[in-house]
């Protein structure tokens, strides 16, 4: 099946990226397909400005994952989006961010393939860039870093384990996701190969939200800082908020909550 007849089948599952919070941030296929869907499940992360999308005429239902909290099984998720598709309805399966980051897409593809069923796949903002761009920062750089990772703070196994040496490396830059709980865990390790405390981090908590906050910190602070964001939180390594580096010294980065309250109050300058 080509391209254009995958996009005209109205009939196909899709999966679609819906960003990390903002409508602003939902493309223009997401945005048509939110539109024409008969059944919408969406993950808990899914902006409320992103739900006031779809069509009068979808179905809702909340898959509600949520790491470390109540969540519906993913072989139940899958089991829905087969049902639903089997049915001949319009099925659109909502990620937050983008659906390929950490989204268990190719679970729920490798379901619909047991099934004969057809899909294409919207990608969407992923966290990562939505933060940064919050914060001023690209996150690469000529001269600083020829590669970006994006992390996940934990899995199914607990927390997740990584080229921590290669992380720790001057000029390394990674997105962490979901690792909010595990910010302990990453500073160890970090500063184990030998990361500088005095390493910036930047945690972004609600990313692209209206109750967006972002917190300027260092490896060296990571844990205390991470434990005052109460919502989901991308952790940038290695990347400071352009404004805090422009406003605050080197001393000034060691202290997280007088630096919190100096970046939140410029935020919206980015």
Request: net charge negative.
């Amino acid at each position: 099946m080509s391209q254009s007849q995958i996009a005209k089948d109205t009939s196909l599952v899709t999966f679609a990226g819906a960003g990390p919070g903002s409508a602003d941030h939902v493309t223009l296929a997401v945005a048509r397909a939110l539109e024409s869907a008969d059944i919408v499940l969406h993950d808990a992360l899914v902006g409320p400005e992103v739900l006031d999308l779809i069509g009068a005429q979808a179905t809702r239902i909340r898959t509600g994952k949520q790491g470390f909290g109540p969540s519906m099984a993913q072989d139940e998720i899958s089991a829905l989006i087969v049902d639903f598709a089997l049915q001949g309805r319009r099925v659109l399966r909502l990620k937050s961010g983008d659906a390929s980051v950490f989204g268990r897409l190719n679970e729920e593809i490798a379901a619909l393939e047991a099934h004969g069923i057809g899909f294409r796949v919207l990608p969407g903002v992923t966290s990562a860039s939505a933060a940064s761009a919050a914060i001023g920062q690209s996150l690469t750089e000529r001269g600083r870093n020829s590669e970006l990772r994006l992390l996940t703070g934990h899995d199914t196994e607990g927390y997740t384990d990584s080229d921590w040496a290669r992380l720790a490396a001057p000029g390394a830059v990674a997105a962490f996701y979901m690792g909010k709980k595990a910010s302990r865990f990453i500073q160890g390790r970090l500063m184990m190969h030998g990361a500088a405390p005095s390493t910036p981090v930047t945690l972004v908590e609600n990313v692209s939200q209206p109750d967006q906050r972002i917190w300027a910190a260092n490896l060296a602070t990571l844990p205390d800082q991470a434990s005052l964001c109460q919502g989901p939180t991308v952790i940038l390594f290695g990347l400071a908020p352009r404004a805090a580096v422009a406003t605050l010294s080197l001393t000034d980065l060691h202290q997280p909550d007088h630096t919190a309250l100096e970046v939140h109050a410029r935020e919206e300058a980015f």
